[in-house]
């Protein structure tokens, strides 16, 4: 698995979880990664994307003020650090890449995804 999602876990309201997602093949240096989430009976949303650089970002409205996103200076590990959890936040949450530098708010430009992990916030 090139894209190694980490960090869900099960969690009360209020409360707080990092995700981590690791480049095993060192590949998106250069790319723009997003978080994705996906609740059952739902479909995939984007949650906030990162550029290669770090130097910007984007976030869905319903995480602003809430998550953040961020990456290593050598840009192999992106962060997806989430706080003041709300029971509608459960879900299993995916890294991927995008085919391009900058961030994207597209899901078809998100080419490689890792395998999901699953954070499940408790009211």
């Known amino acids: 698995v090139q894209l190694q999602a980490s960090g869900g876990g099960s969690v009360q309201a209020g409360g707080s979880l990092r995700l981590s997602c690791a480049d095993s093949r060192r590949t998106f240096t250069n790319n723009g990664v997003g978080w994705f989430r996906q609740a059952p009976g739902k479909e995939r949303e984007l949650v906030a994307t990162?550029?290669?650089?770090?130097?910007?970002?984007y976030y869905a409205e319903f995480v602003k003020g809430r998550f953040t996103i961020s990456r290593t200076k050598g840009g192999n590990t992106v962060y997806l650090q989430m706080d003041n959890l709300k029971y509608e936040d459960t879900a299993l949450y995916y890294c991927?890449?995008?085919?391009?530098?900058?961030?994207?708010?597209?899901?078809?430009?998100?080419?490689?995804w890792g395998q999901g992990t699953l954070v499940t916030v408790s009211s």
């Open positions: 990162i550029n290669w650089s770090g130097s910007s970002t």
């Open positions: 991927a890449k995008s085919r391009g530098a900058g961030y994207s708010v597209s899901r078809r430009d998100y080419t490689v």
